[in-house]
């Protein structure tokens, strides 16, 4: 079982850039792959990237490619995604929780135990 929190969300300007931060408490959260998730107003919860346990494969959205970074440091139990070119359609609580393979936008309906999150607001 891995505890979960989220933190690094903020109000930012369009074009601007947040790194978030995960810090998973449990054993198993080094041998686990990891992703950040999303939801904004009135819109269901979205898949927006992973990484596997060594930090060698990710995934992306391709609403996020190319401007999110996805990484993780097992020594301190946490996973970041680095969010640069911020657009206002970024506006969600953003969640991070493990990502079992197959990452696919089905994904966000086969996990659960979701943590608080944190609010991310990108102002045009």
């Known amino acids: 079982q891995v505890q979960l929190v989220e933190s690094g969300g903020g109000l930012v300007q369009a074009g601007g850039s947040l790194r978030l931060s995960c810090a998973a408490s449990?054993?198993?959260?080094?041998?686990?792959?990891m992703g950040w998730f999303r939801q904004a107003p009135g819109k269901e919860r979205e898949f927006v990237a992973a990484?596997?346990?060594?930090?060698?494969?990710?995934y992306y959205a391709d609403s996020v490619k190319g401007r999110f970074t996805i990484s993780r440091d097992n020594a301190k139990n946490t996973v970041y995604l680095q969010m640069n070119s911020l657009k206002p359609e970024d506006t969600a609580v953003y969640y991070c929780n493990v990502a079992p393979p197959p990452w696919v936008p089905t994904l966000v309906h086969r996990v659960g135990s979701w943590g608080q999150g944190t609010q991310v607001t990108v102002a045009s």
């Open positions: 449990g054993r198993t959260f080094s041998s686990s792959a």
């Open positions: 990484i596997g346990w060594s930090g060698l494969s990710t």
